[in-house]
T-cell receptor
Framework: GDSVTQMEGPVTLSEEAFLTINCTYT??????LFWYVQYPGEGLQLLLK?????DKGSNKGFEATYRKETTSFHLEKGSVQVSDSAVYFC???????????FGSGTQLTVLP | GAGVSQSPSNKVTEKGKDVELRCDPI?????LYWYRQSLGQGLEFLIY????????KSGLPSDRFSAERTGGSVSTLTIQRTQQEDSAVYLC??????????????FGPGTRLTVL
């Protein structure tokens, strides 16, 4: 079945540091890939997405590129801010399924 | 417009009691999903509704769990004879269509269920 393996946390960085959160997947067909973010006390929000190989999703300075050859969708940001502190979830939706399959989530804390 | 809303935001119940959790999807969204977020289990899919089609119940963990969606809008997730392992945050999401190009889902704030 479909699965998402996500870099384990927690991750603690200083403000303006470079962020990478690794995500790899196993899926049938050609899935759509997502990063969701959950800020403290809030619900899940879509951060970015990519629907086909080599697509790059981007939003709020975050980027992720759909790499079919390595089945990866790593999240990156060049300079994190304290306000980026949150839990980040990698997810996929394959063509044969309707629901999202999530990774386990990565807690990011950015210190001033 | 309004997002996905869920009620109650918090629910504390005693083991063995039944609970009902409510979800109001975004107006016009035909697909509705329930997920569960619990420690050690991450986010798990529970059930999915699409229009008037029969729901996909493949994620429900036991027959104590059921859900319905009335009039293609509001949904209720019912847990009978609650157990302590049912303690989790129950999330509802909706989307325009399950067959959209990305299947983008919009999530509600969740209901935190605590079973004592």
């Amino acid at each position: 079945g479909d699965s998402v393996t996500q870099m384990e946390g927690p991750v603690t960085l200083s403000e303006e540091a470079f962020l990478t959160i690794n995500c790899t997947y196993t899926a049938t067909g050609y899935p759509s890939l997502f990063w969701y973010v959950q800020y403290p006390g809030e619900g899940l929000q879509l951060l970015l997405k990519a629907t086909k190989a080599d697509d790059k999703g981007s939003n709020k300075g975050f980027e992720a590129t759909y790499r079919k050859e390595t089945t990866s969708f790593h999240l990156e940001k060049g300079s994190v801010q304290v306000s980026d502190s949150a839990v980040y979830f990698c997810a996929l939706r394959s063509g044969s399924a309707r629901q999202l399959t999530f990774g386990s989530g990565t807690q990011l804390t950015v210190l001033p | 417009g309004a997002g996905v809303s869920q009620s109650p935001s918090n629910k504390v119940t005693e083991k063995g009691k039944d609970v009902e959790l409510r979800c109001d999807p975004i107006s016009g969204h035909t697909a509705l999903y329930w997920y569960r977020q619990s420690l050690g289990q991450g986010l798990e899919f529970l059930i999915y509704f699409q229009g008037n089609s029969a729901p996909d119940k493949s994620g429900l963990p036991s027959d104590r769990f059921s859900a319905e969606r009335t009039g293609g809008s509001v949904s209720t997730l019912t847990i009978q004879r609650t157990q302590q392992e049912d303690s989790a945050v129950y999330l509802c999401a909706s989307s325009f269509s399950s067959r959209g190009s990305s299947g983008e889902q919009f999530f509600g704030p969740g209901t935190r269920l605590t079973v004592l």
